[in-house]
């Protein structure tokens, strides 16, 4: 059973910045794909980045060219910077992890990166508020 630990959200200021953090457990090798969701109070569930074992990444348009995702494979690790924050970021961040790396996961993962449905194991989610 994967587990998920997210970090690193807290308070900032609009124009400020922050990391996040999310740690894989429970498995002998790094996930195929990995993605970061967010969901603010009263809204839905929204896909903002993905990235495969691979290193190819997918990014929101609503946080393109202020959000980057990386991961750092030896770690189990995947990050979310996040540069330029505005009042509307302010959600709680969950990482996503598919693990396996079939034929269906891969396919998935190309194509429907920022889909819930692609992701099999979550984490409890971090909170980011930005202040204007």
């Known amino acids: 059973q994967v587990q998920l630990v997210e970090s690193g959200g807290g308070s900032a200021q609009a124009g400020g910045s922050l990391r996040l953090s999310c740690t894989a457990s429970?498995?002998?090798?790094?996930?195929?794909?990995m993605g970061w969701f967010r969901q603010a109070p009263g809204k839905e569930r929204e896909g903002i980045a993905a990235?495969?074992?691979?290193?190819?990444?997918t990014v929101a348009d609503s946080v393109k060219g202020r959000f980057t995702v990386s991961r750092d494979n030896a770690k189990n690790t995947v990050y979310l910077q996040m540069n330029n924050l505005k009042s509307e970021d302010t959600a709680l961040y969950y990482c996503?992890?598919?693990?396996?790396?079939?034929?269906?996961?891969?396919?998935?993962?190309?194509?429907?990166?920022?889909?819930?449905?692609?992701?099999?194991?979550w984490g409890q989610g971090t909170g980011v508020t930005v202040s204007s």
């Open positions: 990235i495969d074992s691979d290193t190819s990444t």
């Open positions: 429970g498995m002998t090798y790094s996930p195929f794909c």
């Open positions: 996503a992890a598919s693990a396996a790396s079939t034929l269906v996961t891969r396919v998935q993962c190309r194509t429907r990166p920022l889909f819930g449905s692609t992701y099999n194991s």
